[in-house]
């Protein structure tokens, strides 16, 4: 791991299993279905966070407020000298948005764990379904860094920018518009199908190796540099609700360390259905 720019953010599924009992060290699940995950077996000792319940707003179309990241983060005993791991279903989708979410509010040692729950299972290691207990922490949240998240009308500034590039995650049939949502959430779609105009098309899952571990840098660095997604560059990611866009914001910025990567997370579900969008197909 010690070839990425930031390789501190990044462990594996080795380490995490001779730390498990370290005091100062607290794993996460993320998931979006946890009956289909966490309640099934999980690594010993880990908590989970509910993608839906936990990581967004209960209300409103967002991600949990300054205050509810304090509360959830305090109640399963994080503090801000605590290094959190996280790992989740589908190759880190998830795990990697609550990453961008913690960043987001200042939380300094947060890192994923390589491979997440799929690499765990496929390497046989031990799994628990006791939920653990922790003490209250005592996290406090930074107010929020804009420098890592943008909005639809920032995006539509852009548009056509040379200084600026877009990258759209989803695959190749959501991107042309052929579907309106990835297999595995049919119904979670938007009116239009198509894509944001001048975004290149880099699904998210061309950054992993099967085993859902990251590639090198070197491959990392062929497949975004042939569609111009260079670091001189700012870098807008997307997907549909923002989960995959994570992964490749967390790629982007901290294993190829481009300086200036944003993570749209209203997405292909905001754009698309929003009435005079300008979309390609």
């Keep these: 791991m010690q070839q990425y720019a930031h390789p501190e953010v990044l462990t594996d599924t080795l380490w995490v299993e001779n730390h498990l009992k370290d005091e100062n060290i607290r794993i996460a699940e993320v998931d979006y279905d946890p009956r289909a995950n966490y309640e099934l077996g999980h690594i010993p000792g880990s908590v989970l966070?509910?993608?839906k319940r936990d990581i967004n707003d209960p209300i409103s179309r967002n991600i949990l407020s300054k205050q509810?990241?304090?509360?959830?983060?305090?109640?399963?005993?994080?503090?801000?000298?605590?290094?959190?791991?996280l790992y989740g279903d589908f190759n880190n989708w998830f795990a990697a948005f609550a990453f961008w979410v913690f960043k987001y509010y200042g939380y300094r040692d947060?890192?994923?764990?390589?491979?997440?729950?799929?690499?765990?299972?496929?390497?046989?290691?031990?799994?628990?379904?006791?939920?653990?207990?922790?003490?209250?922490?005592?996290?406090?949240?930074?107010?929020?860094?804009?420098?890592?998240?943008?909005?639809?009308?920032?995006v539509k500034e852009t548009l056509g920018k040379k200084d600026n590039a877009l990258v759209d995650v989803r695959s190749?049939?959501?991107?042309?518009?052929?579907?309106?949502?990835?297999?595995?959430?049919?119904?979670e779609h938007a009116q239009r199908g198509g894509h944001i105009p001048g975004a290149a098309n880099i699904p998210w899952s061309q950054a992993v190796n099967d085993d859902g571990t990251f590639k090198s840098v070197d491959e990392l660095k062929k497949l975004y540099d042939a569609k111009g997604i260079i670091p001189d560059k700012e870098i807008i990611t997307y997907c549909r609700i923002g989960e995959r866009s994570s992964h490749?914001?967390?790629?982007?910025?901290?294993?190829?360390?481009?300086?200036?990567?944003?993570?749209?997370?209203?997405?292909?579900?905001?754009?698309?259905?929003?009435?005079?969008?300008?979309?390609?197909?």
């Design 110 to 154: 947060v890192k994923i764990m390589d491979g997440g729950r799929k690499k765990w299972l496929e390497e046989d290691r031990q799994l628990s379904k006791e939920v653990p207990n922790y003490p209250k922490g005592n996290f406090k949240a930074s107010e929020p860094d804009d420098n890592i998240r943008v909005f639809m009308n920032y």
């Design 172 to 187: 190749p049939k959501e991107f042309t518009g052929e579907i309106l949502a990835p297999p595995e959430y049919p119904t």
């Design 248 to 281: 490749t914001w967390f790629v982007l910025k901290y294993l190829l360390g481009y300086p200036n990567v944003k993570n749209y997370d209203g997405s292909w579900t905001e754009w698309g259905n929003m009435i005079a969008n300008q979309i390609e197909k």
């Design 49 to 51: 966070f509910d993608w």
């Design 68 to 85: 509810s990241c304090e509360e959830l983060l305090q109640r399963f005993g994080i503090n801000n000298d605590t290094t959190l791991i």
